[in-house]
Nanobody
């Protein structure tokens, strides 16, 4: 079982920035990806960005170059979010995907409001 420590959510004004961080308790054997999903009230959970162990990245279309995903090491993933919009308000979940498992963090709230 993999658990996560997530940090960095909070309240920010439109146009502001936040940095989300996630550290996993362990890493699985083989290739895997780590990243962030989000879920706004009344909407489905959606991918924000992810990165594989080989450094391949995947960003949602709505990111539009505003967010950058990075990994400090094999256990950690970060998401730098710039130029935040009110539509970015959601609970952001850290995620790890292996060939056979999908692990989720508890989520951290991001609120973009003036």
């Amino acid at each position: 079982q993999v658990t996560f420590v997530e940090s960095g959510g909070g309240l920010v004004q439109p146009g502001g920035s936040l940095r989300l961080s996630c550290r996993a308790s362990t890493i699985p054997n083989g290739d895997f990806s780590m990243g962030w999903y989000r879920q706004a009230p009344g909407k489905q959970r959606e991918l924000v960005a992810s990165m594989t162990t080989r450094g391949q990245t995947d960003y949602a279309d709505f990111v539009e170059g505003r967010f950058i995903i990075s990994r400090d090491n094999s256990l950690s993933v970060n998401l730098l979010m710039n130029n935040l919009h009110p539509n970015d308000t959601a609970v952001y979940y850290c995620n790890m995907q292996t060939f056979s498992h999908n692990y989720w963090g508890q989520g951290t709230q991001v609120t973009v409001s003036s």
